[in-house]
Nanobody, 112 residues
Framework: VQLQASGGGLVQAGGSLRLSCTASGFVFSMYAMGWFRQGPGKEREWVTTITSGVGITYYEDSVKGRFTISRDTSKNRVDLQMNNLRPEDTGTYYC??????WGQGTQVTVSS
């Protein structure tokens, strides 16, 4: 299993970023996928999940209405569109194939 994440960067508060995670080594279409993040001095926390099949989505409360997770099974890719970013969104974002597989992390920094 490999998960390759990309798309992080530095953005001002209120800005947007789009993260992507390309998966290989398993039947991507059959499994839920998620994103987690770890802020400075904090534990890793769950952000969002998208199920297999019809793609039901779930979000942590602080990102509801601002973040959107989506998946493209033809490309084995899961994306995270992040809008109206806040400084507290700063952290390393990890793609997750539950429960135990993680991407390498991509850094998101939101300046105030």
């Amino acid at each position: 299993v490999q998960l390759q994440a990309s798309g992080g960067g530095l953005v001002q508060a209120g800005g947007s970023l789009r993260l992507s995670c390309t998966a290989s080594g398993f039947v991507f279409s059959m499994y839920a996928m998620g994103w987690f993040r770890q802020g400075p001095g904090k534990e890793r926390e769950w952000v969002t999940t998208i199920t297999s099949g019809v793609g039901i989505t779930y979000y942590e409360d602080s990102v509801k209405g601002r973040f959107t997770i989506s998946r493209d099974t033809s490309k084995n890719r899961v994306d995270l569109q992040m809008n109206n970013l806040r400084p507290e969104d700063t952290g390393t974002y990890y793609c997750n194939y539950p429960p135990d597989y993680w991407g390498q992390g991509t850094q998101v920094t939101v300046s105030s």
